[in-house]
């Protein structure tokens, strides 16, 4: 493709010295000349020919400029001319060649931009900028805790928990195989197997009230059934959820998803109500306040109460912990008299225990029993299959009868059987809940050791295996930080570790890796995070009004990396469109919607 196409990216564009640079780059004046003197920003304008900035620069003594770099037509330098002094090029026979690929040449000067228009810039480019310089990896192969590319090179998987005993374990491979090939062979003949083991073994793990297992194919559809059995068993249509959560990636329901409908612009259902969750650091009200919770529980109190004047309410469905908006931890008391309040109003209560189930608190085998609270119906997803797609929708035979006859869809099959029953020996046989809670017990240590040594980390939560870190501006504002926490995923990958940057600001890096993750892993990720940390570009805050945590400001010409650090938008301050922006936020929503916890 040649390289002055008009299919080439605006990052693309940047770099080749086309009419993208002149509007948004600005040469720095500090480049000194090979002759001693120093060459000034303004030396060589963006309408200025090769001849006048040749016999401007050489009448500065700034002596010769470098060649272009490889693969560049010469043609390009009348454009590229005005950034000579900054690019570190030379001048050679009266031609000016630009080295454009001199990235400290390149920042944004704050000076010279809004940080506003600074941040629509950094969010323009970021799609180009993870496709071209920080390009999916190919992974060809992976082993309990570690992927492999196609290079051979080894990585610690630190956010896959769907593969909970580990990525292809040996014994739940063997057991998949097996049984799908005895499937294979009798297709369309209704063959009486026997009674399935594995539902029995995984009811020893529950309270005895939950007795009935209806097996599905994921997370999403146990969700859908769960919620046709509370309506089917109260006569009720309204459902309550926590805000910013997400239950599944199917049509039916996305309306019991926050996190879908916001990120997708779609309206809300009359009949959803959603409570706000308790964040105790970034919520309305904070674990500085002592009433926090009582505010927070009043204010859930107001959504069931308006959920019972719009007409019966059928069902309250949230994790117990909840991980998809961040890994907030909420208090058991709150979560208590949420339960209650839902009971009172005649509806049921649902755990959604589809990531924070099977153990990976440590201290539980379930997060609801961590919260002290007995659920109606529980959901638990592919993680009781290891993968393998596999869900089950767990309840008591009163609710269940509402079924009837279509109970007997949802039964548990061979292969289910063979997978499940495999995937809790691997449990308790590699001792993996204790694994859980004594590395998690040590990881959540050492991270908050770097929060006090880091500024960019904010706050440090979780249980088990299951952390969540949230990566601000500075610990004073809480202001947050997507750009850094993404620039932390992608220098954390080249050294070799997989992290993600979750929740509803996309700031929040998670660690849920699978449940054999050891504490050598955990020594290895700390060193590596505090690393890259420490190797961020370091920026001083100042204080404009001390009574407002938020106003504050980056001081330029202090900021390193290709486009540098971006500033926080100040208060009051109006976004612009009309510099080129106008795609920026469509980008933006797309690059949103990739969330690996969509998995279920």
């Known amino acids: 493709m040649p390289l002055h196409s008009e299919k080439w990216s605006r990052k693309r564009k940047i770099d080749h010295g086309s009419e993208w640079r002149p509007l948004y780059m600005h040469p720095r004046p500090t480049t000194r000349a090979t002759g001693g003197a120093a060459c000034s920003s303004a030396v060589l304008e963006a309408s200025g020919s090769r001849d006048e900035g040749a016999s401007a620069l050489q009448g500065s003594g700034a002596g010769h400029l470098s060649s272009v770099p490889a693969g560049r037509d010469e043609e390009a330098g009348d454009e590229g001319a005005f950034g000579v002094a900054a690019a570190g090029g030379k001048l050679s026979g009266g031609k000016i060649n630009i080295n454009v690929r001199n990235a400290s040449a390149l920042l944004p000067d704050p000076a010279h931009l809004p940080h506003y228009k600074l941040v629509k810039l950094f969010k323009s480019f970021r799609l180009q900028n993870l496709q071209k310089d920080h390009r999916p990896l190919k992974i060809v192969r992976a082993s309990h805790q570690y992927m492999y590319d196609n290079t051979n090179s080894e990585y610690i998987d630190c956010v896959n928990f769907v593969s909970h005993v580990g990525h292809c374990h040996p014994s739940v491979v063997r057991a998949a195989y097996l049984t799908n090939n005895l499937e294979a062979i009798t297709p369309g003949w209704d063959i009486d197997w026997g009674e399935p083991t594995y539902p029995q073994q995984l009811r020893h793990t529950l309270p005895e009230y939950l007795d009935t297992f209806l097996f599905c194919n994921s997370g999403s559809e146990a969700v859908d059934l769960s919620l046709q059995l509370s309506q089917l068993y109260t006569g009720g249509t309204e459902a309550v959820v926590t805000d910013n959560a997400f239950h599944g990636s199917i049509d039916s329901v996305h309306h019991l998803s926050p996190k879908v409908f916001k990120t997708n612009n779609i309206t809300k259902a009359d009949w959803v109500h959603i409570i706000p ?41 949230s994790e117990p912990m909840l991980i998809i908006p961040g890994c907030i931890m909420p208090p058991s008391t709150w979560l208590q008299e949420v339960y209650k309040l839902v009971r009172e109003s005649g509806g049921l209560c649902i755990a959604d225990e589809v990531q924070t189930g099977l153990g990976r608190l440590g201290s539980h085998f379930w997060s609801f029993q961590a919260q002290e609270v007995n659920p109606d119906i529980v959901i638990i997803g592919k993680t009781i299959g290891n993968g393998y797609p596999m869900a089950s929708v767990i309840t008591s035979k009163e609710i269940a009868a509402v079924l009837g006859d279509r109970a007997k869809e949802y039964r548990c099959s061979q292969v289910m059987n063979a997978v499940g029953s495999v995937v809790l020996e691997g449990l308790r046989q590699e001792h993996l809940m204790e694994t859980a809670a004594s590395v998690g017990t040590f990881l959540l240590e050492e991270l908050l050791k770097l929060q006090h040594k880091h500024e960019y980390i904010g706050d440090v939560r979780g249980r088990g295996l299951m952390v969540g870190m949230e990566v601000v501006w500075s610990r004073q504002s809480r202001k947050p930080a997507q750009e850094i926490a993404e620039l932390i995923v992608n220098k954390m990958r080249e050294e070799y570790v997989i992290l993600a940057n979750e929740g509803q600001e996309r700031n929040i890096l998670m660690v849920m890796p699978p449940m054999c993750f050891t504490q050598e892993n955990a020594i290895s990720l700390i060193q590596r995070l505090d690393k890259v940390l420490t190797e961020l570009p370091k920026h001083r805050i100042l204080k404009e009004e001390e009574s407002s945590l938020l106003s504050y400001r980056i001081l330029p010409g202090i900021c390193e990396g290709r486009l540098g650090i971006i500033q926080p938008q100040k208060a009051g301050e109006e976004e612009d469109d009309s510099d080129g922006f106008q795609n920026s936020k469509n980008m933006d929503l797309e690059y949103r919607q990739s969330s690996y916890h969509d998995l279920d």
């Open 277 to 317: 969750m308790p964040d105790l650091y970034r919520g309305e009200h904070r674990r500085e306040d002592p009433a926090a919770i009582d505010k927070y529980l009043a204010e859930a109190r107001e959504v069931v109460q308006g959920a019972r004047q719009a007409g019966k309410v059928a069902c309250f469905i």
